[in-house]
């Protein structure tokens, strides 16, 4: 379990909403990462949506990964709200609780630091200074 700084997270498993398997490597792929866990059922946690949305647009432009997890179905009707709400991060689904156990975390919204080897950085409950954050693991 990633409980502490610089721990290595395990290298869990989810799916994308097609379905296909994904490895945490894969997204990290040497890239600082802000993993997201995010959800429909937490109020907290929808009114955070835009945000995470902007936050994966702008990690994006300045070239760092976004990884957005939930337990909940990446079924048509969570995608069309999705996409009616305008939130075009990326959605996976943590779908037999492997992230959730790796990175030992239990509610939503919650946010995690990765550096481009894997090893948690940072724990957060809000997406306040992240870009900075991810920057300035990229230049150590």
């Known amino acids: 379990l990633a409980r502490t700084e610089r721990s290595v997270v395990p290298n869990a498993a989810f799916v994308d909403a097609a379905g296909r398997s994904h490895r945490l490597s894969e997204v990290v792929a040497g890239?600082?990462?802000l993993v997201?866990?995010?959800s429909m059922g937490c109020p907290y946690s929808v009114a955070q949506h835009p945000a995470l949305a902007a936050t994966a647009r702008r990690l994006g432009a300045l070239g760092?990964?976004?990884m957005a997890?939930?337990?909940?179905?990446?079924?048509?009707?969570?995608?069309?709200?999705?996409?009616?709400?305008q939130?075009?991060?990326?959605?996976?689904?943590?779908d037999n609780n492997e992230a959730r156990l790796a990175f030992a975390?239990?509610?939503?919204?919650?946010y995690?630091?990765?550096?481009?080897?894997?090893?948690?950085?940072?724990?957060?409950?809000t997406l306040?200074?992240?870009?900075?954050?991810?920057?300035?693991?990229?230049?150590?």
């Open 36 to 38: 997201a866990f995010w």
């Open 69 to 85: 997890l939930t337990h909940a179905p990446l079924d048509s009707a969570m995608l069309a709200t999705l996409e009616a709400r």
């Open 87 to 94: 939130l075009d991060f990326t959605p996976y689904r943590d």
């Open 128 to 140: 306040d200074g992240v870009a900075a954050l991810l920057m300035a693991i990229d230049k150590q």
């Open 31 to 33: 890239r600082p990462t």
């Open 64 to 66: 760092y990964n976004t």
């Open 112 to 125: 995690f630091v990765l550096d481009g080897e894997g090893r948690l950085r940072s724990r957060l409950r």
């Open 105 to 110: 975390q239990w509610g939503t919204p919650e």
